[in-house]
């Protein structure tokens, strides 16, 4: 028994190549493998999110007074060109009994008036009408210079351009002035209360007097502007204004 096992006894130092042998067999193999995987992973590109993303429905409703005011000489020739916009001033008083059918629609007037100094119109305050016995120009025309010829268009043709209102008119500078201030105005008639269903548009436009029931005008829209100076007499001031909504 001993001698066989001295047949199958390896001496330790015979063992140690084969043992070097394969460390670095395993070694190379390891270092194989590292070759082949990344070293690491590439970024995930992550799209920034908006740091106060808008809330559905937050918006509000914005209404929009698109101005373009053309000063031009007697000949026909542009001096001055200017074009901005404004805000609402209506408190809500007019819009709330508009829709709520209450108030009937009457006229327009579209007033321009100086910040400081001298204005183009005597009194200091010109203003385009649609009609001299309309019901906004029955409150204002006793102290202003009103000027008719103002009209009004209704843009409704769906899917050409967004559903406007213009106003637009002209008058001729009778003094050396300027133009700092821009209103539009809206005569309304019927009662907050009681309204009177016998009154239409049309006749609110043209009457200047329906006693208790006549509620007179609202600034519409308005705004002060860097004003437009040197307006000499004899030349004229072309006005537009486009009310729209979003």
């Given at each position: 028994?001993?001698?066989?096992?001295k047949q199958?006894?390896v001496s330790?130092?015979r063992l140690a190549?084969?043992?070097?042998?394969?460390?670095m067999?395993?070694g190379?193999?390891?270092?194989?493998?590292?070759q082949?995987a990344?070293?690491?992973?590439a970024?995930?590109?992550?799209?920034a999110e908006s740091p106060n993303?808008?809330?559905p429905?937050s918006?509000?409703?914005?209404?929009?007074g698109?101005?373009?005011?053309?000063?031009k000489?007697?000949?026909?020739t542009?001096?001055?060109h200017?074009v901005?916009?404004?805000?609402?001033k209506?408190s809500?008083?007019?819009?709330v009994?508009?829709?709520?059918g209450?108030?009937?629609?009457?006229?327009?007037?579209?007033?321009?008036?100086?910040l400081t100094g001298?204005?183009?119109c005597?009194s200091?305050?010109?203003?385009?009408v649609?009609?001299?016995t309309?019901?906004?120009?029955g409150g204002?025309c006793?102290?202003?210079?009103?000027v008719?010829?103002l009209?009004?268009?209704v843009?409704?043709?769906?899917?050409t351009?967004p559903?406007?209102?213009i106003l637009a008119?002209?008058?001729t500078?009778s003094?050396t002035?300027?133009i700092?201030?821009?209103?539009?105005?809206l005569g309304?008639?019927?009662g907050?209360?009681?309204?009177?269903t016998?009154i239409?548009?049309?006749?609110?436009?043209?009457?200047?007097?329906?006693g208790?029931?006549?509620?007179?005008?609202d600034n519409f829209t308005g705004t002060?502007i860097t004003?437009?100076?040197?307006?000499s007499?004899?030349q004229?001031?072309?006005v537009?204004v486009?009310i729209?909504f979003s």
């Amino acid at each position: 028994m001993n001698r066989m096992m001295k047949q199958h006894y390896v001496s330790p130092i015979r063992l140690a190549p084969a043992a070097c042998g394969l460390v670095m067999l395993l070694g190379l193999t390891v270092a194989g493998i590292a070759q082949q995987a990344p070293v690491s992973a590439a970024p995930v590109a992550v799209a920034a999110e908006s740091p106060n993303p808008a809330k559905p429905g937050s918006e509000g409703i914005k209404v929009h007074g698109h101005w373009v005011i053309d000063v031009k000489n007697p000949d026909g020739t542009l001096a001055q060109h200017r074009v901005f916009e404004n805000s609402l001033k209506d408190s809500g008083y007019s819009l709330v009994g508009l829709l709520g059918g209450n108030y009937v629609t009457g006229d327009f007037v579209v007033s321009l008036t100086p910040l400081t100094g001298s204005g183009i119109c005597p009194s200091n305050d010109c203003v385009m009408v649609q009609s001299l016995t309309g019901i906004a120009a029955g409150g204002i025309c006793s102290t202003a210079n009103c000027v008719v010829g103002l009209t009004k268009t209704v843009n409704a043709n769906q899917g050409t351009t967004p559903y406007a209102l213009i106003l637009a008119g002209q008058l001729t500078a009778s003094q050396t002035g300027s133009i700092g201030n821009v209103s539009v105005s809206l005569g309304y008639c019927g009662g907050l209360n009681a309204p009177d269903t016998t009154i239409t548009p049309a006749v609110c436009a043209t009457s200047s007097d329906f006693g208790p029931s006549v509620l007179g005008t609202d600034n519409f829209t308005g705004t002060n502007i860097t004003p437009i100076t040197n307006i000499s007499p004899g030349q004229i001031v072309q006005v537009s204004v486009t009310i729209s909504f979003s």
